[in-house]
């Protein structure tokens, strides 16, 4: 059991493989995410048909006529005769003369539509606005974290070197900023400024760095005290220098595990502002209004809410184990806990 | 410990202070000031200038900020525009709501986070540690909201079990006191499930993780040299000193929990302050939203104070370290 010494290793999940299926899932979310424009198989915010098209459950494929003046049907069956379409459209039977319809063929109208995954309440393919909604929600979550490290690192930095006061003025600073409830604020900031993904981005980054800034800063009081920095100073090298070259470095490697685990938090913080109706707005998708989308409909139309959910917990779930992963390969000490 | 406990009111009062002038400096420092809150098609220039000599807002920002202090030292929180009530009053009767939400919530964490903790440390490495383990991360990664979603379209919607939301039922003022608190505890039971259970993946991990740490100390060595039984070993030596690292990690989550409240409440109809800060900027009610972020702000504050003597008191090493 646990008294023997050295026997929980053996019992650690294999966290090399957990770390590659991590980053092979998170590969292909951010390539699908990079990709949408071109792999997408319609816009995602084009209401088609919202009436027929509205909660068609996945695999659903319907006949797309095209009228004038750009409007389009959704039916479920078209069948051609000599100068009209008959349209089986909502249980009714329709007809349309053969000089309304726009895109006629030989046997009924030349577009299909594919919904893999079904549509919304507004006939939106949920399958575009997924992958859409994974550009949106991977963009965020990293860019707001690289402003987070930036800050954070520029401001631990400072604390860190800049002397006794500036330092303890900035940690005091820290403490506050980490007191503040964020969703509180982040609510606020985003109804006031009528958010775009550039502000989102922004305001998050703003609430992400203070606990990286406390981080990279007792990093670097440790690394100040270590022989290599104190020989390097004892060479004449500057201040300046030994920081970018020998304490920055050394500091990276908990600095990225750390930025990693946050890249998971940030995303579902988004799903969370955006499930609300706070951050990123409707029409354009995100995971998180999408989820919102399909609150009250869970039993009927299932789809509209579960391939977001679905998508948004493998999201975190690897960049989690991508964290781990990476903790236990950089860092070995951490990864015999337990160990006597 | 009096000095300690002393010390840390001092920083405390220090960073409530810090948390009011920062709200009140962001809000009012945003681009299009806080009047944007009302911006509708029918805002005249004229009405505006009115509004914004109503609120004060046409004072300089320094003079705004310490008129604003004041009041907020003194109890007067502003005016709901939307409720036609003192802020405060709105306020101090959904604080008492949120409370027990957030007790509730983090009982239910802990509880669960605790046993399943326990039984994946004592059981390392085996079936059942990788369940939990497992079970954990997914609890983590998923939002609560997602959890939220189905466990009300399962159990309150088809199966009806849990009531769907609010706080009371219909007419329960009239119900004698004990079938009162039985109301209570059924319309309770499935957001503070939900709260807790959303959370509990992190205190597992935690658990477990400090537990087989603990075990590879020397006093354990010791302890079970001395011939000590092997649940007195875990129960008293080991967990004891497992559990210090989970209270201080108490004070840094509060933040994240109030979130996860206000989300639950927002989905439940619970009338906490979490909801009456959604509702006041879904209404633009902007004095309810200064107040209530205040408020929620001075909630962490006295939760991190709280945590902080409760470590204290349990670990003497910190109380000397300050």
């Not at chain 1, 391939?307 to 951490?334: E, Q, T």
């Not at chain 2, 409440?265 to 909801?275: H, T």
């Amino acid at each position: 059991m646990y008294s023997k010494p050295g026997s929980i290793r053996g019992f650690e999940m294999p966290s090399s493989l957990l770390l590659r299926s991590g980053v092979l899932l998170l590969s292909i979310l951010a390539l699908a995410g990079l990709a949408a424009p071109w792999i997408s198989p319609y816009d995602p915010i084009e209401q088609i048909d919202a009436v027929a098209g509205k909660h068609q459950p996945p695999l659903t494929v319907m006949a797309a006529v095209q009228l004038e003046h750009g409007r389009w049907r959704l039916a479920d069956r078209v069948e051609r005769s000599a100068d009209q379409l008959i349209v089986e459209r909502l249980g009714r039977i329709e007809s349309y003369a053969a000089s309304e319809v726009m895109n006629l063929d030989d046997d009924g109208v030349g577009n299909r539509r594919v919904f893999v995954l079904g549509t919304d309440k507004f006939g939106r393919d949920v399958l575009s606005r997924l992958l859409y909604g994974a550009r949106v929600s991977l963009m965020i979550g990293v860019l707001s974290v690289a402003l987070a490290v930036a800050i954070g690192i520029a401001v631990g930095a400072l604390a860190a070197l800049g002397g006794k006061w500036i330092d303890s003025f900035l940690m005091r600073f820290v403490d506050g900023i980490l007191t503040i409830p964020w969703i509180f604020l982040l609510m606020t900031l985003t109804a006031l400024f009528h958010t775009d993904i550039w502000m989102l981005i922004v305001l998050l980054g703003m609430v992400t760095w203070p606990p990286i800034s406390r981080m990279m800063r007792a990093e670097l009081l440790s690394l100040r005290k270590q022989d290599f920095v104190v020989a390097a100073r004892s060479q004449g090298l500057g201040e300046v220098w030994i920081f970018f070259h020998h304490m920055l470095p050394n500091a990276m490697t908990p600095l990225i595990v750390a930025a990693t685990l946050r890249v998971g938090n940030l995303i579902l913080i988004e799903a969370s502002l955006s499930f609300l109706g706070f951050g990123v707005q409707a029409p354009q998708a995100s995971w998180g209004n999408m989820i919102a989308d399909g609150q009250g409909v869970l039993l009927s139309a299932w789809w509209v809410a579960a391939f977001p959910s679905a998508v948004l917990v493998f999201a975190v779930v690897a960049i989690n184990l991508v964290g781990d992963g990476m903790r236990d390969w950089l860092d070995p000490r951490k990864k015999s806990v337990g160990e006597a | 410990m009096l000095r300690f406990v002393l010390r840390r009111l001092g920083s405390s009062a220090l960073l409530l202070f810090f948390v009011l002038t920062a709200t009140f400096f962001l809000i009012h420092l945003a681009p299009g000031e806080p009047l944007r809150l009302f911006d509708n098609p029918w805002m005249t220039a004229d009405k505006r200038q009115e509004l914004r000599q109503l609120y004060g807002l046409d004072r300089p920002i320094t003079q705004q900020y310490f008129s604003w202090l004041s009041a907020v030292l003194r109890g007067e929180w502003g005016y709901s525009i939307a409720l036609e009530r003192p802020a405060f009053d709105v306020l101090k009767e959904r604080l008492p709501n949120t409370a027990l939400l957030v007790i509730a919530g983090v009982t239910v964490e802990h509880v669960v986070g605790l046993l399943l903790g326990l039984v994946a440390a004592v059981r390392a490495g085996s079936l059942i540690d990788r369940q939990i383990r497992i079970l954990s991360l997914l609890l983590f990664s998923l939002p609560i909201f997602c959890l939220a979603l189905v466990a009300i379209e399962l159990l309150a919607v088809r199966w009806q079990i849990f009531p769907i939301n609010q706080m009371w039922s219909d007419q329960a003022d009239q119900l004698p006191f004990v079938a009162r608190l039985l109301d209570l505890l059924h319309h309770l039971a499935l957001p503070s499930l939900i709260l807790g259970f959303a959370r509990c993946g992190a205190v597992v991990r935690f658990v477990r993780n400090g537990l087989l740490d603990v075990m590879g100390k020397d006093y354990i060595r010791t302890a079970r040299a001395k011939g000590l039984s092997p649940s007195r070993v875990l129960w008293v030596h080991a967990l004891r000193n497992a559990l210090i690292p989970l209270v201080q990690r108490f004070g840094v989550a509060l933040p994240i929990l109030l979130s996860g409240s206000l989300i639950i409440e927002v989905m439940f109809s619970w009338p906490g302050v979490g909801l009456a800060v959604f509702q006041a900027i879904s209404q633009r009610d902007y004095p309810v939203v200064l107040a209530s972020t205040a408020l929620a702000g001075a909630m962490v504050v006295l939760g991190s104070l709280m945590a902080d003597v409760l470590q204290a008191w349990l670990d003497p090493r910190v109380r000397d370290a300050i």
